[in-house]
């Protein structure tokens, strides 16, 4: 994909964004919700059209609810495509499924939507629901995930994480970390949990870290398996891994939820986590809960992955509406997260 990065300044949008998120966990705890998000099943039945006619209307194919970060970026879309913001949000959750996907995308079709928005849970398989979609002339804007297809023209832009950089960002860290504490010359054992096979954002993580090991003829992965990025999976590949390979150094964790459980299979085995003669573990995503352990030095090294997207997909849809020339790709912006810079970017999360 020859895309144009184009990095939009986050810092307004980043503050409205959680400004947004804090607006939209606050009403929909008192209930009085601000959405005029339906399911697929309720849009089917009795449409949205009446009061609704001057309303964009976007359907939203989400992958599911496996992590902190995906329930945020569920929760930033929410609250940028408002009744009030003049959008009518169809919103489906996936369950992981691909065919659910599908079926999402096929009904926001029959229902003639003015946008479809998704992020597909792996990369290959949409050709066809992608060309019927381009058939209805509906814009497709692809999320956080990628997908793999021969024809680009069969989605209008993209907004997402660059995960490879995040893998690269994670190798980076380690190179440097092994130089400063002078075991750069020794041997090195890595396992690596990775997240939902296949997903762009798996492949991204693992390509990236591994564009760095590869330099060093000392850095050994001795095994990589999916903990699909949940906390219960990457429980169960860490004891895995710690029953197969008795002498880990490092854990590369594609995201904190799976984080959260190798941390919890590491120390009940006995072992510690940690710069001071513990297993070091670098981990993705840098939810708030994850970054409080980098405070701790549990986790060593947290690579952002921005969720708040919504802000960015409102801007699109704008641009669209306006009929403005679009970018193929937005990449959103992320850091990277240690003990020596965490403490002072606490109070902005508000995920
Ligand atoms: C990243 C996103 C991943 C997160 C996980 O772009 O697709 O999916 O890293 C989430 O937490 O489940």
Known sequence: MDEKYINWKTEGIFRLGSAALCLFLLVFTCGCGIFSSVSVEDAEG????????????????????????????????????????????????????????????????SQRVDYIVFSPVTESGWDTVLEEAKEAGIPVILMDRMVDVEDDSLYTTWIGPDTEEEGRKAGRWLEEYLKMSGRQKEDINIVVLQGTLSSSSQRGRSAGFAEIANRYVNWHILGQRSGEFTVAKG????????????????????NDDMTFGAVEAIEESGR???????????????????????ETGQI??????NPEQGEYLAEVIGILERGEKLEKAYVVEEKVFTMENVSKYMNDRSY
């Open 46 to 109: 009795d449409g949205y059209g009446g009061e609704n006619d001057n309303l964009v209307v976007v359907g939203f194919s989400q992958i599911g609810s496996e992590s902190v970060w995906r329930t945020a970026h569920t929760a930033s879309i929410q609250a940028a495509l408002t009744k009030e913001n003049g959008y009518f949000l169809i919103f489906d959750n996936a369950r992981q499924k691909q065919e659910n996907q599908i079926k999402a995308l096929r009904s926001f079709i």
């Open 235 to 254: 429980k169960e590949v860490m004891e895995q891994f710690l029953e197969k390979y008795p002498d880990i150094d490092v854990v590369v964790s594609q």
């Open 272 to 294: 510690k986590v940690g710069r001071d003669g513990g297993i070091i573990i670098l981990s993705f995503d840098a939810v708030k809960d994850a970054l409080r352990m980098v």
């Open 300 to 305: 060593a090294v947290d690579v952002e992955c």
